[in-house]
């Protein structure tokens, strides 16, 4: 019984929305991507930028700083290197 629940601990700390959002993003960057190519003006990609803001800081301040970085991705935009700032 100790492990089910250390099993079920684990299991239920993966499942943050942070860790959602992960799992979403890289089943666009595996489905759909390939498909789509290689569009965004920015380096790193929109979704790589994506994936290493929720991984550094979590779902709120990471939901902030892709929604500002996608927000900024348009064709009037002159794009460029836009790195995840550092903590």
């Known amino acids: 019984m100790k492990k089910l629940n250390m ?3 684990k299991l239920i700390k993966k499942l ?3 860790n959602l959002f992960i799992f979403l993003i890289k089943g666009y960057q595996i ?9 965004c003006r920015f380096t790193p990609s929109c979704s790589d ?9 979590g779902f709120i301040k990471g939901m902030a700083l892709t929604i ?6 348009h064709p009037w ?8 700032p550092k903590k």
């Open 49 to 57: 930028y994506s994936l290493e803001s929720f991984r550094r800081y």
């Open 31 to 39: 489905l759909f991507r390939p498909y789509v190519g290689h569009n």
């Open 7 to 9: 099993c079920l601990k």
């Open 68 to 73: 500002s970085r996608v927000t900024r991705c």
């Open 16 to 18: 943050s929305p942070a």
């Open 77 to 84: 935009s002159p794009g460029g290197i836009d790195e995840v």
